[in-house]
Every structure is written in C-alpha cells, then in structure tokens.
T-cell receptor
Framework: GAVVSQHPSWVICKSGTSVKIECRSL??????MFWYRQFPKQSLMLMAT?????????EQGVEKDKFLINHASLTLSTLTVTSAHPEDSSFYIC?????????????FGSGTQLSVL | QKEVEQNSGPLSVPEGAIASLNCTYS??????FFWYRQYSGKSPELIMFIYSNGDKEDGRFTAQLNKASQYVSLLIRDSQPSDSATYLC????????????????FGQGTILTVHP
C-alpha cells in the first residue's frame, strides 16, 4: 500500500524557536495533503489542507502566520510551527490523498510529537 | 458546526466477545465514513471505510451505516487483547474522488480494552 513518511518523529525545542515537519508521499503523487493536530486524550483536529502549488486552506481558529504550510512539490508538504510555545506541544499528523488508489485513498504519516519547553 | 460523537468509554469486553462501537454525526450531507484504530503515541490505522447504507464486513470487523439515523457503528467479533486501543470514527463530507475527500472530522474516540 501507499506510504506516507513523516519526519521527524519527535522533536523537543525551546520556546520561541521554529520547527519544521515534513510529510512525503513515497510512491504516489499527492496534490492534496492534510495536517492534523492531536492534544493528549483528545481526537485529531484538522488544521489545514495543503494544496500543491497554491496556498493552504486553514480551518477556523488556526493561525496561518504561525503554522506555515508549503506544498512545493507533488510529494512533499511541510508544516513549520513558528515561534513555538508550550501550548503548541502536540502530536502533529499529516495525511495524503491518492485518488487513483483502489480502496483506501487516504494515508496517514506516522506523526510528530512536538514538545516545547 | 459539524460534529462526530462517540462514547469515550472505556469499553471493556472479555476476550472472544463482540465489541460494539458507536458513532453519530451531525452533517447529514456526509458521504464517507471511516473507523480508525489508534495506539497511544501512534498514527491512526484504517480499519474500515463505508460509503453505503447497510453492513460491510472485513474479517472480524463489520461496519454498519444508517444515513437516515446518522449513525455508524463498528462490530469487532472474537475480540483479542491486541484489539485494545482507541477507536476513532471519522466522517468526510464528500465521496471518494471528490474535492473535499480527506477533510475528516474525527470523533473523540472510544477506548476499548479486551481483557483475557
């Protein structure tokens, strides 16, 4: 099946620094990727939809200037958490859509655990 | 606001029993429905997806969809301790291939514990 690679798996950073998370579709082209956030003991919440070659679409309440999304190629989307603060500590997960796939068409990355000190 | 509701549990069943997980959703226009299993600190793993009313079976898992009642369920037969996890119900507004496909709204998850 299709694989989505997400890197890094975990990151610890100081407050005020920026962190970049990568999401790659390894064996298919993903014109659309999605970024989710999951706080402890809560469910996944969609943050934004990443579209190759165009601006990302953010969900209500998500600051676009704080969570920068770049989808410069058909296989790579990046999420940059700028000036991270402890309240940004969360599990970030990307998913990619392969509409040409038979059966399952959505594939999740392995997630990135961000801890901001 | 589009919502997906699940009983957070925990749901505890003995090994070999049937586990029944339920989910309701508010957006009547929803077209695609998913059940994911998530272990702590891990990414969701797709168990089943269903688009049409009725039952869909895959091995020990059966998904049931009733769009009129806005209700979707997952049955796990012959539950095993390895099935212990959080089960997430997710709803998509569009159908497979549609432009909105993939913008999932997740429920809060049901914690399932299968004890030997």
């Amino acid at each position: 099946g299709a694989v989505v690679s997400q890197h890094p798996s975990w990151v610890i950073c100081k407050s005020g620094t920026s962190v970049k998370i990568e999401c790659r579709s390894l064996d298919f082209q993903a014109t659309t990727m999605f970024w989710y956030r999951q706080f402890p003991k809560q469910s996944l919440m969609l943050m934004a939809t990443s579209n190759e070659g165009s601006k990302a679409t953010y969900e209500q309440g998500v600051e676009k200037d704080k969570f920068l999304i770049n989808h410069a190629s058909l296989t790579l989307s990046t999420l940059t958490v700028t000036s991270a603060h402890p309240e940004d500590s969360s599990f970030y997960i990307c998913s990619a859509r392969d509409l040409l796939a038979r059966g399952e068409k959505l594939f999740f990355g392995s997630g990135t655990q961000l801890s901001v000190l | 606001q589009k919502e997906v509701e699940q009983n957070s549990g925990p749901l505890s069943v003995p090994e070999g029993a049937i586990a029944s997980l339920n989910c309701t959703y508010s957006d009547r226009g929803s077209q695609s429905f998913f059940w994911y299993r998530q272990y702590s600190g891990k990414s969701p793993e797709l168990i089943m997806f269903i688009y049409s009313n009725g039952d869909k079976e895959d091995g020990r898992f059966t998904a049931q969809l009733n769009k009129a009642s806005q209700y979707v369920s997952l049955l796990i037969r012959d539950s095993q301790p390895s099935d212990s996890a959080t089960y997430l119900c997710a709803v998509n507004p569009g159908d497979a291939g549609g432009t909105s496909y993939g913008k999932l709204t997740f429920g809060q998850g049901t914690i399932l514990t299968v004890h030997p």
